[in-house]
């Protein structure tokens, strides 16, 4: 299909931290590198507040982690800011961010008001599924993606899990030094193996929610991988792609879809999110001199649509925004582009740097990309630039937290005020950390219900 190309271009040279004065003056998790990773040691010594396993204080507040910064329990309403009313159909989300510890092979559950590890878990059976996506569903729930192979879900609430090991009680990770064998811990719900060692992409469905409660029904999730097996752990090549449709509550195969016309070069498929509908939608990395395409499976029929992208964009982050129009991040030439999806067009963004990590939409109509030494936002629907937040290394992972924080994800997790790009608290207890695709459940939720305004 064709596609016709708008550009909006700018310099960014003059953006320093705290700039603009647009958003709502919530606070983020972002996580980003800097600092001492050997130490431990904060990223700055501006008194930004800094947590490491087991220990965690709030910028905002100055609590301690017996004092929290908000002592409220339960599921949290995600979209339109914390609300408890959720009989309107959208659904809740817990206070967590999930981030893939890459090289240990674990993924780690993070409190993102106390700055606190809540557990970590084993990703595949032998420990060394090397994951690098995390998808958070409406009921709070993550499933990872193993680049060497295998998908997994946990379920965040400990009432939801299940005994299993033959041990009185339920046994689960307490935090980053409680990681239990495979066979003991009790929060996993399921994992299913997958002949191909190439698999990234992650994302949930909607489902459909529960009127009066914080759960959602009949939620699946997307998972991508080469569609040819014994390429080597974490490698694409010809062939082509395999999209995998995943029942959510049991990790049964509902369908397979075979997208010979995507190159599987460039690592395959190397970013997923679904809109409001559940459709699949994904990028490869790069893969400029072979054609980079946007491919979208569609959720009632399965059938394939592929897009070309435009010259210039080196695909890298994907995600949907409210209005249903797909973003990818770009690692030369552009800095973004938006793909218009009803209008079958494409707006790149020429913003004067580079992304080598994702994006997702925070408040006040503001895109916030991963950059090159921080994280920046672009509006939109005017596609200006906006705050930015400057330091912390090579950012990857951004995503969104339930009080409209931004996270930014390097060695170290930031949480970012999205009105400034202000600090406000940080986690320094990964190992290995890799994840930039919805770590929170915020863009899952920001597409299907978007916020009223």
Known sequence: MGTTMRVAAWGFAAMLVGCGDDGDGNPFHPETGGGDSSTGAPADSTGV????????????????DDTPAD?????????????????????????????????????????????????????RPDGAGNPSRTSVNLSGDVAVANRHGGLVKFYADESDCVESNGMPGIQTSSGANNVL?????????WYVEFPTTNQRPVA????????????????????????????????????????????????????????????????????????????????????????????????????????????????????????????????????AARFNVDEETWDVVMAGFMSLGGLAEGPDDKMWIAADGGARSIDIVTLEA?????????????????????????????????????????????T?????????GHALANAFCPPEG
């Open 71 to 123: 002592t409220s329990a339960g599921p949290i309403f995600d979209v339109g800011g914390v609300d408890t009313d959720i009989d309107n159909g959208c659904g809740c989300a817990l206070t967590y961010i999930w981030i893939a510890n890459a090289d240990d092979g674990t993924v780690s559950k993070i409190d993102t008001r106390t700055l606190q590890e809540e557990g970590r878990y084993i990703t």
């Open 432 to 440: 290995s950390p890799y994840t930039y695709s919805d770590m929170t």
């Open 181 to 189: 064998g495979w066979d003991v811990e009790e929060c996993r719900a």
């Open 386 to 430: 906006g705050p930015a937040f400057i330091g912390g290394g090579t950012i990857k992972g951004i995503s969104i937290d339930v009080d409209d924080y931004v996270w930014a994800v390097s060695d170290i997790a930031y949480k970012i005020e999205a009105a400034t790009g202000q600090v406000v608290g940080t986690y320094n207890g990964l």
């Open 204 to 335: 949930w469905t909607p489902g459909t929610i529960v009127p009066g409660t914080c759960d959602s029904e009949g939620e699946q999730v997307w998972t991508v991988m080469s569609a040819v097996p014994g390429l080597g752990p974490g490698i694409g090549g010809a062939g082509g792609v395999i999209a995998t449709l995943v029942n959510g509550d049991d990790g049964s195969i509902v369908q397979e879809v075979a997208v010979d016309d995507f190159s599987g070069f460039q690592l395959g498929a190397y970013g997923g999110a679904v809109d409001a509908q559940g459709n699949l939608w994904f990028v490869p990395m790069g893969a400029v001199a072979f054609g980079s395409q946007l491919a979208r499976v569609a959720i009632d029929d399965f059938t394939v649509t592929l897009w070309p992208v435009p010259a210039g964009v080196a695909t890298y982050g994907i995600t949907v925004d409210h209005e249903g129009d797909v973003w990818v991040s770009s690692t030369i030439g552009a800095s």
């Open 49 to 64: 507040a800094t947590a490491t396993a087991g220990s965690a204080t709030n910028a905002t507040t100055g609590s301690d």
